[in-house]
């Protein structure tokens, strides 16, 4: 009669995982939470990066130059050329069609460095972290990546009434998280994954 039981009790609580890993979500506070990672993506330039340009046989033209507020770069024989929003691949292609008017079948290489990314990429903080700020998105960023790079909450926060806006499909939504319950009690299920573009927001205590 044991043996039964345990083996019912094991196929329910199989059957209870699975219909979890099945719906593709968490729920936390009532709220669903989608927890699929996202699929790796190339990195999109943005202004702020710094991209160093290698034209082959050609050192004269080659340097490392900083993406402007604006998106584009300039470098020699090169103007105003736009960066933002293009793989280092494409942007390698785009000068060496620039520079082909002047360079007889330029090969050039595009390595970035100083990652910031475009603004549709960036993780916003705002409100009362220590170091309110926009961050770059990473591939597989959980909310506890984000509270480490921003120095945590300050004294003052409403941790567990914070939230993020996201958005899902042209729709902007807001979703509940616990930043004391995670920061203060060490509740690992109060930590979800982050989007490109969500911003944190972290209201202030009112006592």
């Known amino acids: 009669m044991n043996v039964i039981r345990r083996d019912f009790l094991k196929k329910l609580v199989g059957s209870s995982i699975m219909g979890g890993l099945a719906s593709g979500c968490a729920v936390r506070s009532g709220i669903a939470v989608p ?3 996202l699929p790796a993506n190339d990195y999109l330039i943005g202004p702020g990066d710094m991209v160093n340009i290698i034209v082959w046989r050609n050192p004269e033209v080659s ?3 900083a993406v402007r507020p604006d998106g584009k770069i300039t470098t020699p024989l090169v103007e105003d050329l736009m960066a ?3 793989t280092s691949t494409a942007l390698a292609r785009d ?3 620039a520079l082909g008017k002047f360079i007889q079948q330029p090969v050039v290489t595009v390595i970035v460095t100083g990652f910031v990314g ?3 990429e960036q993780i916003r903080v705002i409100g009362q972290a220590a170091k309110p700020q926009a961050l770059p998105y990473r591939q597989g960023m959980s909310l506890m990546d984000v509270l480490i790079t921003v120095g945590g909450i300050t004294d003052f926060a409403a941790g567990n009434k914070a939230s993020i806006i996201r958005t899902i499909n042209g729709q902007q ?6 930043l004391f319950d995670l920061i203060r009690n060490g509740d690992i299920s109060a930590n979800i994954s982050m989007r490109p573009g969500d911003v944190l ?3 202030e205590s009112f006592f």
């Open 173 to 178: 939504q807001k979703v509940g998280v616990r």
């Open 95 to 97: 000068i060496e069609k």
């Open 35 to 37: 927890e699929t990672p």
């Open 201 to 203: 927001v972290i209201p």
């Open 118 to 120: 475009p603004y549709s």
């Open 63 to 65: 340097l490392t130059v």
């Open 84 to 86: 933002s929003g293009k």
